[in-house]
């Protein structure tokens, strides 16, 4: 199994120490610290249960016990693939405790995406839900993946489940619990969109992970007396960390799950929980825009902060948000690689309404070059790089990635184009490579492309973003057919039968006759791309 790591140069992590970056926690070690300070306080609100601090503790030490009671080993890895319920944080807690490391999952991945993970990571272990709260049957996937994947020993299911192991089930003798790990090892695995395909995965360690949402929460004003709706996937780097339920459980906060994200789901538990800070991406920020302002019974004043990220928010979204929750506004610029750039709470209303804030840490170094390597002038827009103490210096197991992604002296190339501000504020501009950045959800256009081109109907195909003002971008598929054009229906059918996340099935399917290219018969897929795009909207513009 190759090991997991996540180094900085000596001098950096001196620096960072020395700094009060890192302070030598581990996940479990704040919780034990927080239930120590106010064990009977509710940290954990969702699916009907209310749990305590020291109960969220006990759960993630009976979980723990259960693990290592499977014949799991401190250092194994287990895919996580649980929705908004209070049992994804027994479960990761739980891991934590033990010594193993989560490999995050979101709930719309499929068999496709949960293959790579628990391939690339190696991992031992399985955790689903039995059923999603959007009614998916998981159990279709925990049957396929022992096949696909032989490092993995344990299936455990949330639910109903004869097949596999019940995670309420689990149990163990405590005894048998490790020390802790060391604050500089990796903690868990998140993912990254991938360039050219399936996702890289990102070891993040307990020490630079945990200043980012501590340095999250002096931002965002996240106190003991918080409450902070997740509404997006708790498995999501955005609602985790910025300053999300972790930064939250940090504090001494109460978190609230919200099964589903929409208006009539969300509305209600706001009011009932007097919520005071949520985070969502652009396109679900207008639908409770849009909500809010056609008039609701439910009591959404105690909210007071909404970080919007994940996606570019517009100047004119922005404002209609201000125009319909009475609440202040925080734009979110990050990634699960590290960098995190907020608007601050008292900036001018056009910094908040324009620009996608500044780097949060002190220890945050940003570089804006041209296509050269070299410095744009001041104002200009350029490749955004960046390192810092919570910015990761390499992807595991992936060194074609970390060569295109990492400078050598360990600058993570992030794929966007900004400019800054005489404030020092970042303003996105795009990406500079073929990502599609779809309501925060970093896809692959070679990837669906790939998908695509199994298809015994399509001679060829091309995936470009299209920019959207409620998505942020949508893809748009041109597909040169094989006979017959299939229709784009079908198509798209055809794509959600092949196991792959929902999100990644094209918006828009345009059939063609053929391509344009160069007297040589030669042009780049980037090229191509471009003109393909450039061409789509411009017949959008022309009606």
Known sequence: MLPLNQTWPAELAARYRAAGYWRGETFFSFLRDRVAEHPDRIAIVGGGQRWSYA?????????????????????????????????????????????????????????????HFVQKSEAAGYLAAARGL???????????????????????????????????????????????????????????????????????????????FRASNALCDVTGDSVYLVALPAAHNFPMSSPGHMGTLYAGGR????????????????????????????????????AASAGTKHDLSSLDVLLVGGAKLTPEAARRLRAALSCRLQQVFGMAEGLVNYTRLDDPESQILETQGRPQSPGDEVLILDDLGEPVPEGEPGHLLTRGPYTIRAYHNDDAANARSFTPDGFYRTGDIVRRTPEGNLVVQGRAGDHINRAG???????????LLAHDAVFDA?????????????????VIPRGAAPKGAALKAWMRGRGIADFKVPDQVVIV?????TAAGKISRKELRARLRARLLADEAAG
């Not at 959800?441 to 998908?451: G, R, T, V, Y």
């Not at 091309?462 to 041109?478: I, K, M, T, W």
């Open 513 to 517: 006759a053929e391509f344009e290219t």
């Open 462 to 478: 091309v995936v470009v973003s299209v920019p959207d003002e409620f998505l942020g971008e949508r893809s748009c598929a041109f």
């Open 134 to 212: 959007d009614g998916f049957d998981y159990t279709a996937i925990a049957r396929a993946l022992p096949e696909a994947a032989p490092t993995l020993r344990q299936v455990i299911l949330v639910g109903e489940t004869s097949e596999f192991v019940p995670f309420d089930s689990l149990d163990g003798d405590r005894a048998t619990l490790p020390a802790d790990p060391d604050p500089s090892s990796v903690a868990f695995l998140q993912i990254s969109g991938g360039t050219t395909g399936l996702s890289k995965l990102i070891p993040r360690t307990h020490d630079d992970y945990i200043y980012s």
């Open 255 to 290: 978190v609230v799950l919200s099964p589903l994200p929409n208006p009539d789901t969300a509305f209600p538990l706001i009011a009932a929980e007097n919520v005071t800070i949520t985070g969502l991406v652009p396109p679900l920020a207008l639908l409770w825009a849009q």
């Open 441 to 451: 959800e970093k896809i692959s256009a070679e990837e669906i492309e790939d998908h």
């Open 55 to 115: 109960e969220l503790a006990a759960r993630a030490e009976k979980a723990a016990a259960g693990f290592l009671a499977l014949g799991l080993r401190p250092g194994d890895r287990v895919v996580v693939q649980l929705g908004n319920i209070p049992e994804f944080f027994a479960a990761v807690f739980g891991l934590f405790r033990a010594g193993l490391v989560p490999v995050y999952a979101l709930p719309a991945h499929r068999l496709t995406e949960i293959t």
